[in-house]
């Protein structure tokens, strides 16, 4: 699993939302690299690297939900946006349990007909319709394929969803957005602007 990069230009005494940009940039940027791995869904591995990255960008933007409610004009569409890779990092999410589970499946029914196979304890070649479970190879069989579909479905979801969100800009509209919110984030009578 990639490590998530070390985050360099954080201002302790800087405005926080500034130092928030700078994270949900960076984490951005990670979810990002896996773009051109969204094309083809045989790229397992690049997949699940992408999700893990949309779920470090997601869970960075929850923590600073509440700076952006709080001092921000943009928090209607910075909650928009926190949804907008909720979405996208459950369906690589749902698309990665699947990869991990038809195989086991596969693995489990592979054993089960290995029982059927083989010789005895003395040394006769097994046979007989009932030395397998075809019943539970069969139930196996059928989640598999049941699996598959549902993530093929999945899969569809994620490229529309993405190619959607790339044609109106969405990536380019958040950081905007916080480079906005970074600048001209107000803080309450009082306060310094470094909280």
């Not at 940039?25 to 990255?53: C, F, K, N, S, W």
Request: proline content about 4%.
């Amino acid at each position: 699993m990639a490590k998530a990069l070390p985050i360099h230009g954080i201002d302790p005494d800087g405005p926080i939302l500034a130092s928030a940009c700078n994270i949900i940039e960076m984490r951005l940027g990670e979810m990002l690299r896996y773009e051109p791995y969204i094309a083809d869904e045989t790229r397992v591995y690049e997949l699940h690297q992408m999700r893990i990255a949309a779920k470090r960008l997601r869970y960075s933007m929850e923590i600073f939900q509440p700076l952006y409610r709080d001092f921000s004009q943009c928090f209607v569409q910075f909650e928009e946006a926190t949804d907008q890779i909720k979405a996208l990092q459950e369906h690589l999410g749902e698309i990665h349990d699947s990869d991990v589970l038809v195989p086991k499946l596969e693995e489990h029914i592979t054993r089960l007909l290995k029982a059927g196979h083989g010789r005895d304890k003395k040394g006769e070649l097994r046979t007989g319709v009932d030395l397998v479970d075809l019943d539970a190879c069969q139930g196996l069989l059928s989640v598999c394929m049941q699996v598959r579909d549902e993530r093929t479905d999945r899969y569809r979801l994620l490229c529309g969803d993405w190619k959607r969100i790339r044609e109106n800009g969405f990536f380019e509209s958040l950081l905007l957005l916080l480079r906005r919110a970074a600048q001209t984030g107000r803080m309450p009578e009082g306060k310094d602007r470094t909280v």
